[in-house]
């Protein structure tokens, strides 16, 4: 269904159950959840599905082991959990990732960990250890029925080096187990959008709009990029911002409704680095460190690069967060810590970026006390009620969009139809034990090359057959720069409401976050998004100075860097040949 078609529908019965606001992974969740129920849901982004916290996550799909000295069981319970549904039900996109805890001492920390998790202290300290194994003991416990990864083992100062050799050499062992990664969240995302839009005929979404108390006391949807606007009748509102929560509250309901701030968030800054040396000294796992101020931080590979991070600062105002050299600095000087050999180059840092962590309200002054969990506080109006989802990590969005779609149900007087707890996620579905027979046969049937196949399948799994159909059904040509072709972004920006730029580069695809996008990639792919929107050159022109300055601003890019990554003549011609 077309934007026009959303809301033209939204015109002739503006009646809807639901209207979830917040077009991030929990509200796309909750959005899916409902959809599946049958009930006629909209939901509402103001700006681009997973443009926000969903967007800026440190890529791991784990367990929260350092939550277990917040006295956190339950919430790590059940992110294992919902880790391993993960594994099952989107294996394209969600992978295992062995984890190395360098260990610097034997017993620190075991006091200091014992009287946090009794909420007697909040200063982060050095976990030595017999701490580390405790927590990983706990670990292996929680997963024992399942077994989907090895349990944890640890290795001595000589092991370590000699597998590790960059390691700072002070380490005394390591402690190795298994959690997961994710590649590209985003695309997560629009999976679990597209399942509920199949779901349900009575299910609907927009991005790039808002909700709005109208001047009669009721709602309109107001379109952001032609400025229209719908009146809708929600029977509930379930409010998905995140960080915005208070602000979107703000906004809807009369002051007398709002009550105390309901978030705290915090922000994360990460950065991608192009550096062989570093990617090779990592030896294909994540190292999960602690920086000499008790921090943790982490590092590993990912997608040909390394991810590095992370921040936890506390933000008012989260439509401003970026990475600022302060916090550039103290990654970097935290990598400098483990691994004290490596120099890396302002120049290796090819992307960076920063979300903030949707946590409740809290006035704990060491920030990774604030706890994990998240649970639903509903508000009554005048108008809709309004449920608000509070907390919650990436890797419980499943379970957090059920328990929110479950307090929906209950206050509407609706029925549970089907669980999620084991529905596959977009390309996951009929996911082949054979990949290889897999991409051979999709190959003979689209007449596509297996190599090109076997990249379409890492990228959308079992969805990668729907998109080599579209690109065998006319004439295709590579992406200048790039690994994707003018077909694959043609479907893209036909059946993935693409509305800018950055929805493409950033959040479709990889092209930014991989360190990849050059200003020709920039520009092709530009040209393409221009002649399906019919834009002239002056829409054009704003198009690219608006994500040029996105690009900047937020993630450290900037254009002198994008012309440089872009293929010469001579190398065009070379490969030509």
């Known amino acids: ?44 982004e103001k700006h681009d599905y997973c443009s926000g916290a969903s967007a800026a996550l440190s890529r791991m799909v784990h367990g929260g082991l350092r939550y277990l000295e917040n006295g956190e069981f339950t919430l790590v319970k059940e992110s294992l959990v919902e880790r391993d549904r993960l594994l099952r039900n989107a294996p394209h996109l969600v992978a295992p990732l062995p984890t190395t805890v360098p260990v610097f001492d034997t017993f620190s920390g075991l006091a200091n960990g014992i ?72 695309r997560i995302g629009i999976e679990l959008l597209q399942d509920g839009l199949s779901a349900s005929t ?23 990029i032609d400025g229209l606007s719908v009146e809708v009748e929600p029977k509930l509102i379930v409010n998905a911002t995140g960080g915005w929560i208070d602000i979107t509250n703000g906004a809807l309901l009369p002051p007398d409704r709002r009550g105390a701030p309901l978030m705290g968030g915090t922000k994360g800054s990460h950065l991608i680095i192009d550096n062989a040396r570093l990617r090779d000294a990592l030896g294909d796992h994540m190292i999960y460190y602690e920086n000499e101020d008790g921090r943790i931080c982490i590092l590993f590979p990912y997608l040909g690069k390394v991810l590095v991070g992370s921040t936890d600062i506390r933000v008012d105002d989260p439509e401003t967060v970026r990475c600022e050299a302060e916090e550039r600095d103290y990654i970097l000087q935290s990598l400098a810590f483990v691994l004290p050999g490596m120099e890396i180059k302002r120049e290796e840092i090819v992307f960076q970026f920063s979300g903030v962590r949707p946590l409740p309200a809290s006035s704990d002054s060491f920030t990774g006390r604030i706890p994990r969990d998240h649970f639903c506080t509903l508000l009554e109006n005048s108008g809709a009620p309004v449920i608000c989802m509070i907390g919650g990590k990436w890797t419980t969005f499943r379970s957090f969009g059920e328990l929110a779609a479950d307090t929906a149900l209950k206050r509407l007087g609706r029925p549970r139809r089907i669980s999620t707890a084991d529905c596959p996620i977009g390309g996951g579905r009929q996911f082949p034990a054979d990949r290889a027979s897999w991409i051979a046969a999709l190959a003979d ?56 730029l950055d929805d493409l580069l950033l959040r479709r695809t990889t092209l930014a976050i991989s360190g990849v996008l050059s200003l020709a990639t920039l520009d092709a792919t530009l040209d393409l998004l221009a002649a399906e929107k019919s834009w002239g050159d002056e829409r054009r022109a704003s198009e690219r100075a608006r994500f040029l300055a996105l690009l900047r601003d937020s993630h450290g890019v900037d254009e002198a860097m994008l012309a440089a990554r872009s293929p010469q003549p001579e190398t065009e011609a070379r490969a030509a040949v």
């Open 202 to 224: 009575e299910a609907a979404a927009v991005n790039y709009a808002e909700l709005r108390r109208s001047e009669t006391g009721g709602y309109v949807v107001v379109d952001r």
């Open 115 to 186: 009287v946090r998790f009794l909420g007697l202290s909040r200063r982060p300290s050095r976990r030595g250890a017999v701490a580390i194994k405790a927590g990983l003991s706990i670990y292996d416990l929680l997963t024992r029925k399942r077994a989907l990864m090895p349990r944890h083992r640890f290795r001595g100062r000589r092991a370590t080096l000699a597998k590790w050799p960059a390691l700072n050499p002070r380490i005394r062992s390591s402690a190795t187990y298994y959690d997961a990664w994710v590649s590209h969240p985003e």
């Open 445 to 500: 049937r689209s007449g596509l090359a297996q190599p090109r196949i076997a990249g379409l399948f890492a990228r959308y799994g079992t969805d990668a057959a729907k998109v080599a159909t579209f690109i065998s059904q006319g004439t295709d040509a590579p992406m200048l720069g790039s690994d994707y072709s003018v077909r694959e972004m043609l479907f893209l920006i036909r059946n993935e409401a693409v509305e800018h």
């Open 1 to 44: 269904m077309t934007r026009k078609e959303t809301l033209d529908g939204l015109r002739q019965s503006p009646k809807v159950d639901v209207c979830v606001l917040g077009g991030g992974i929990n509200g796309l969740s909750v959005f899916r959840e409902l959809a599946l129920q049958g009930l006629r849901v909209l939901l509402v």
